[in-house]
């Protein structure tokens, strides 16, 4: 069964995206993307939903739904429809050595 990423601890691992340049929904895919390269969001972790997600770092559903495309684009999430929004990984598969699915994100997972 895969694990669903916490939406407080995803807003944790996000940091300070609104930080960066351009529009909102590329720094937020930026955040995520950083997460997932930085191996502490795991391949299989489910993403929250959009509302979810929009609703913790008080964006629009439209701004979560440009982020996950352009996560989806770049092949670091798949979406499954009925099923939710999933890592899939770096692109190649490469994470950093000793970071294939951070303990950390298992200690904050939703059922």
């Known amino acids: 069964m895969a694990r669903t990423a916490g939406t407080e601890r995803l807003v944790e691992l996000l940091g300070d995206w609104t930080a960066s340049t351009g529009p909102l929904y590329r720094r937020l895919a930026r955040g995520l993307a950083s997460a997932v390269e930085r191996g502490e969001l795991a391949t299989g972790d ?3 939903s959009e509302r979810a997600l929009g609703r913790a770092v008080a964006v629009s ?3 979560t739904v440009a982020a996950y495309d352009q996560l989806v684009t770049d092949g670091l999430v798949e979406r499954r429809p ?3 929004t999933f890592v899939t990984g770096p692109p190649g598969g490469s994470l950093p050595p000793g970071r294939e699915g ?3 994100v298992r200690r904050f997972v939703e059922r």
């Open 46 to 48: 489910r993403l929250p």
């Open 61 to 63: 559903r439209g701004v």
């Open 82 to 84: 009925g099923s939710g």
């Open 102 to 104: 951070s303990s950390l």
